[in-house]
């Protein structure tokens, strides 16, 4: 049932890290997918692999802060799967975090998210077609760490905003869930959970490891197909049990 051939997605901020690696597990799957990102030559690559691999795949520029851009990436394009993955983050305490940086957080990881849940269920309901919509928050978004009040007030954000919107769209026929990652292993954060203090976050996780990008291929896979028809406004957790550690 997570078989996607005859499907279309398309899916932001995949340019790299988790954007890129659902890409890749989509067209796997069999979905036409398409690549969105703020920098379209930064997806070539990942287009001709996809391509490479037997895949069928393009690439769109978006810029999910910009509405107008967000409106032209999707035109009249109903697409079948929209995986919401853009996002940004800053680092350091809530008394240092300046208004601009809070901004940027929430432009992007939240109010983009909305936008473009907003371009695709337009689309979709002006075609009559149902679909799924999947929004990446995080268990930060369900609880909390210290230096990051931006970032995870969004994703909590992004939790309660995929409920609103299942609640409302589910009349026609499209699902909005959420997936909300724990610690995953990427090449932007190896060198750091490599450190004494990466080392140290990770002896907190239930299982004492970090989680790998392949981890989440069957959740985004059951969200994303006929295989959770029945789910909406869902949130799943991946993170080895951390939110079930002691407090």
């Known amino acids: 049932m997570t078989d996607l051939t005859g499907k279309r997605a398309i899916v932001t901020g995949a340019s790299g890290g988790l954007g890129l690696h659902f890409a890749k597990i989509l067209a ?16 070539e690559a990942a287009v001709a692999e996809i391509e490479g691999a037997g895949g069928k795949a393009h690439a769109v520029s ?40 809070w901004g940027r957080v929430i432009d992007t990881d939240l109010t983009g998210v909305f936008r473009v849940a907003q371009a695709a269920a337009r689309a979709l309901t002006a075609a009559g077609k149902g679909g799924s919509i999947v ?19 969004a994703k909590a954000g992004v939790v309660q905003m995929s409920k609103s919107l299942a609640l409302e769209w589910a009349r026609h026929g499209i699902r909005v869930n959420a997936l909300c990652p724990g610690y995953i292993e990427t090449d932007l954060n190896r060198d750091f959970f490599a450190s004494d203090a990466g080392q140290a976050l990770i002896k907190r996780v239930p299982q004492r490891r970090l989680g790998q990008m392949s981890e989440l291929d069957g959740p985004l896979l059951l969200l994303a197909s006929d295989a959770g028809s029945f789910m909406t406004g869902s949130e799943i957790a991946v993170d080895g049990g951390h939110l079930v550690s002691s407090l």
């Open 135 to 153: 929004n990446i928050a995080s268990i930060l978004g369900l609880r909390v760490a210290g230096n990051l009040a931006a970032y995870a007030t």
């Open 62 to 101: 978006l810029d999910v802060t910009d509405h107008e851009s967000v409106a032209a990436a999707f035109g009249a394009e109903a697409y079948d799967i929209v995986i919401n993955n853009a996002g940004v983050t800053v680092d350091g305490p809530a008394l240092k975090t300046s208004e601009e940086d």
């Open 28 to 43: 796997a799957a069999g979905a036409e997918v398409t690549l969105a990102a703020r920098r379209k030559e930064k997806l």
